[in-house]
């Protein structure tokens, strides 16, 4: 079973409405989550890491959000673009190790 | 600044045929990456380097050799390519923040894609 799981698998959303994206994980102990944005063609780009002691972190209108007693994150994307439009992908990095557990990612498309 | 870049960004192979995906980042980072990324799956893990000298296997190395030439750079290598590896393969690198686990950010080349006929 895959340690990070990613709902909903695809959404479709109005330019300019948000939307929030999950993220479940069962990797332990932990250590970061982060958050990337793969736009179509392009190689994954950061958004946004959290360790354990974090809440929320922003970057412009991504929000981040973790409750790491729950292992639950959220991407919520605020007056959304068509810019937008790619693939989020949560990574979760568990203490101890050098390796990290990718989700299957969050497909977005914005349309006006 | 380059960051991280990958060459070829596209391939064509025959079963059988080898090919050498090389990798270069002008970061001064340690740790270096190889991972494919298939549809409907997340990036997987093939081979990584944590440090110049030193190469680990990954969750799918089976098919694949690594070489960490220097700190800068790290390739990939198909020594006899089979339809099941064509994927789009990502080079990645990251500087370790130390204790011997990696919680820096991952900073991605753009990716090459390789069909295997």
């Known amino acids: 079973k895959n340690q990070v799981e990613q709902s909903p698998q695809s959404l479709i959303i109005l330019e300019g409405k948000n939307c929030t994206l999950q993220?479940?994980?069962?990797?332990?102990?932990?250590?970061?989550l982060r958050w990337y944005k793969q736009d179509t063609g392009r190689g994954p780009v950061s958004l946004t890491i959290?360790?354990?002691?974090?809440n929320t972190k922003s970057n412009g209108r991504y929000t981040a959000t973790l409750d790491a007693d729950t292992k639950q994150s959220s991407l919520h994307i605020t007056a959304s673009q068509l810019s937008d439009s790619a693939s989020y992908i949560c990574?979760?990095?568990?203490?101890?190790?050098?390796?990290?557990?990718f989700g299957k990612g969050n497909q977005v498309v914005v349309i006006p | 600044n380059a960051g991280v870049t990958q060459t070829p960004k596209f391939q064509v192979l025959k079963t059988g045929q080898s090919m050498t995906l090389q990798c270069a980042q002008d970061?001064?980072?340690?740790?270096m990456y190889w991972y494919r990324q298939d549809p409907g799956m997340g990036l997987r893990l093939i081979y990584y380097s944590a440090s110049e000298g030193t190469t680990d296997k990954g969750e799918v190395p089976n098919g694949y050799n690594v070489s960490r030439l220097n700190k800068r750079e790290f390739s990939l290598r198909l020594e006899s390519a089979a339809p099941s590896q064509t994927s789009v393969y990502f080079c990645?690198?990251?500087?370790?923040?130390?204790?011997?686990?990696?919680?820096?950010?991952?900073?991605f080349g753009e990716g090459s894609r390789l069909t295997v006929l």
């Open positions: 990574v979760v990095s568990g203490y101890g190790n050098n390796r990290l557990a």
């Open positions: 990645a690198s990251s500087a370790l923040t130390g204790g011997g686990y990696n919680t820096g950010e991952l900073f």
């Open positions: 959290m360790t354990f002691s974090e």
């Open positions: 970061m001064n980072h340690n740790s």
């Open positions: 993220c479940n994980y069962t990797v332990s102990p932990f250590s970061n």
